[in-house]
């Protein structure tokens, strides 16, 4: 992750250069402000998409975090980042982070999740 304390309405994540193979790649930007921060993160770049944002307006510091995901079939060499924008609402310390994740090997059929029946008993009479 990385941290910068300026006052602008957008940031952008440093790069990660995932092993190779099917990814999947999460960003988040955050920002914070003294007022009001309620909004979202948009546009980002490189072809991520938005899955949730959310902001705080009840404190000294108001927070903002937006986060996003690519899938990717990483060669390992190509490096990924992305950006966004706070809702044009300048933040006065922004942090980004992004990472990866690698896809599950394929398995046979899934174990059960429990290996008995499971069974309740009254605890009181």
């Given at each position: 992750?990385?941290?910068?304390q300026?006052?602008?309405?957008?940031?952008t994540?440093?790069?990660?250069?995932?092993?190779?193979?099917?990814?999947?790649?999460?960003a988040?930007?955050?920002?914070?402000?003294?007022?009001?921060?309620?909004g979202?993160?948009t546009?980002?770049?490189?072809?991520?998409?938005?899955?949730?944002?959310?902001?705080?307006?009840?404190?000294?510091?108001d927070?903002?975090?937006?986060?996003?995901?690519?899938?990717?079939?990483?060669n390992?060499?190509?490096?990924?980042?992305?950006g966004?924008?706070?809702?044009?609402?300048?933040q006065?310390?922004k942090?980004?982070?992004?990472?990866?994740?690698k896809?599950?090997?394929?398995?046979?059929?899934?174990?059960?999740?429990?290996?008995r029946?499971?069974?309740?008993?009254?605890?009181?009479?």
């Amino acid at each position: 992750g990385q941290f910068q304390q300026t006052s602008t309405t957008s940031y952008t994540t440093a790069s990660i250069t995932p092993t190779a193979g099917n990814r999947l790649l999460v960003a988040g930007l955050g920002g914070s402000r003294a007022s009001d921060n309620n909004g979202t993160v948009t546009g980002w770049t490189n072809s991520f998409t938005a899955i949730a944002d959310i902001g705080t307006t009840a404190g000294s510091t108001d927070d903002l975090i937006g986060v996003a995901y690519l899938l990717v079939t990483a060669n390992g060499s190509t490096s990924y980042s992305t950006g966004g924008t706070y809702s044009g609402v300048a933040q006065q310390a922004k942090t980004g982070l992004i990472i990866s994740f690698k896809e599950a090997a394929a398995a046979g059929k899934a174990p059960p999740i429990f290996h008995r029946p499971l069974k309740f008993r009254t605890l009181y009479r």
